[in-house]
């Protein structure tokens, strides 16, 4: 994993929290990824601390101006 960030879900997307990963090359492909660190997750954080939505992406979402921004469950 090269980054990640972690914020609390949109009112319209429900009331838990939500986790944008990028992730280093040669990943895995996003399904076994998603499993191996839900298997992390699942061990390692209570579940407050649980991400109820997880995304992959190139890099962090960020404004034009280059600051961090929300991003949408299901682009």
């Known amino acids: 994993m090269l980054d990640a960030a972690v914020r609390l879900m949109r009112p319209d997307e429900g009331t838990r ?8 090359p040669p990943a895995p492909p ?8 839900q298997h992390w997750i699942d061990r390692e954080l209570s579940t407050p601390e649980r991400p109820k ?3 992959f992406g190139a890099q962090l979402p960020v404004t034009p101006s280059g600051k961090a ?7």
């Open 17 to 24: 929290l939500k986790a944008f990963i990028v992730t280093r």
């Open 30 to 37: 996003a399904p076994t990824l998603l499993a191996d660190l």
């Open 53 to 55: 939505a997880i995304r």
């Open 69 to 75: 921004a929300d991003w949408s469950l299901h682009d």
